[in-house]
C-alpha cells in the first residue's frame, strides 16, 4: 500500500510539473519577414524578392538607386511607387511607366512594391496582409540597406492611387507628399458597382474591407481630414479620348476614367470641406492609359519632391 501511494504522488507531481512547463512556455512568435535574394537589374535597379509572413509568401520589390547613390551612402529621400490592379504588377511601372527615365535625376531612392493582382493596398479580414507588407516589412528590411532617411513620398495609379492616399492618411507622418493618377479615392460611390466589380475579379468585399460599414476606413475621400499637411496631388481625365490616345479623338468613351473622375471630385470637394490643400490637374480629355500617368506622374514630381 505505501508504495501504491508514493507511485501516486510521483505521478501526481511529474502530471503538475508538466502542465506547469506547457503553461509557462511563451507564445509562439511568427517568423520574422527577410531578404531571400538580390539581383542587379541594370546599373540602377536592384530587384529584392522577400520572404513576407504579412503578404503570405515571396513577394518581389524593385528598387530604383538615385545616380550619386554608393554603398554606405545615408539620408536618402524615398519615393514609394504603387500599381494598379488586374494586370502587369508592379513591373508596369518598369516597364510601361518610363520609372527608370523620369527618376533619372532624383536624389531618391524609388522603392516599387509588388500589391497583388487585386490587393488593394489593405490587410484583409480574411487575406494577405498587404498594407503591413508594405508599410512595416518592406521599410525594415528595405530602407536601411539603401540608406533612406526620414523623408518619403508615395504615388500610384488607379488602385495605386488609392493605396497612396489610403497609407498617407493611416500612417501620419510617414510620407510628406502623396499624388493618385487616375486613383480610386471614393469606393463608396457605387458600393454595388464596386461589389460586382470585385467579385468579377474573384474578390468578396466582405473578405477585402469588411461590410460596408467598415469601408470609410479604406476609403480616401472618408479619410482626407487625416491627410492634413501632406501635399497632395491629383489628377485624372473625363474618358473621352485626348491628345495621348493613339486612336485619336474616336467616338469611344472610357467609362472606367470617367467613374473615376467622379469620385476625384468628390475627393477634393472632402478636401475643401476639410479644409485640406489638393494640387488638382484635371486635365479634360484623357482615358485610363498609361501616357496620361507618365505624364501626370512628370508633372507630380515637383509637389511629391520639391
Not at 70 to 89: I, N
Request: aromatic fraction near 10%; hydrophobic fraction near 40%; charge should be neutral.
Amino acid at each position: 500500500m505505501k508504495k501504491i501511494v508514493t507511485w501516486l504522488v510521483l505521478v501526481a507531481v511529474a502530471a503538475t510539473g508538466c502542465r506547469g512547463t506547457a503553461e509557462s512556455a511563451p507564445p509562439s512568435v511568427p517568423p520574422a519577414a527577410r531578404i531571400v535574394s538580390q539581383k542587379a537589374v541594370d546599373g540602377r535597379t536592384d530587384e529584392l524578392v522577400i520572404d513576407s509572413p504579412a503578404a503570405g509568401g515571396r513577394r518581389t520589390v524593385w528598387v530604383l538607386k538615385p545616380a550619386a547613390w554608393q554603398p554606405g551612402s545615408t539620408g536618402w529621400r524615398a519615393l514609394y511607387l504603387l500599381h494598379g490592379c488586374c494586370a502587369g504588377g508592379a513591373r508596369d511601372w518598369l516597364e510601361t511607366g518610363e520609372v527608370a527615365r523620369l527618376t533619372a535625376r532624383l536624389d531618391a531612392v524609388v522603392i516599387v512594391p509588388e500589391g497583388g493582382t487585386m490587393g488593394w493596398y489593405a490587410d484583409w479580414r480574411r487575406g494577405p496582409a498587404w498594407e503591413t507588407f508594405h508599410m512595416t516589412e518592406v521599410p525594415r528590411l528595405v530602407e536601411p540597406r539603401y540608406g533612406v532617411g526620414t523623408r518619403r513620398a508615395i504615388a500610384g495609379f488607379s488602385m495605386g492611387g488609392h493605396g497612396a492616399f489610403g497609407y498617407a492618411a493611416r500612417h501620419p507622418g510617414m510620407f510628406e507628399a502623396a499624388a493618385s493618377f487616375s486613383g480610386v479615392l471614393d469606393i463608396r460611390d457605387d458600393v454595388a458597382g464596386y461589389r460586382a466589380f470585385m467579385a468579377d475579379n474573384g474578390v468578396d468585399t466582405e473578405d477585402l474591407w469588411g461590410d460596408p460599414g467598415a469601408w470609410p476606413e479604406h476609403n480616401p475621400s472618408d479619410l482626407v481630414a487625416r491627410l492634413k499637411g501632406v501635399r497632395l496631388y491629383v489628377s485624372c481625365g473625363d474618358g473621352a479620348p485626348g491628345p495621348l490616345d493613339s486612336g485619336g479623338r474616336g467616338g469611344w468613351f472610357d467609362r472606367t476614367e470617367a467613374a473615376i473622375m467622379r469620385q476625384n471630385r468628390n475627393f477634393v470637394a472632402a478636401a475643401k470641406k476639410a479644409g485640406v490643400t489638393v494640387t488638382t490637374d484635371f486635365y479634360g480629355h484623357g482615358t485610363h492609359t498609361w501616357p496620361y500617368w507618365i505624364r501626370s506622374f512628370e508633372r507630380a514630381l515637383p509637389v511629391l519632391l520639391p
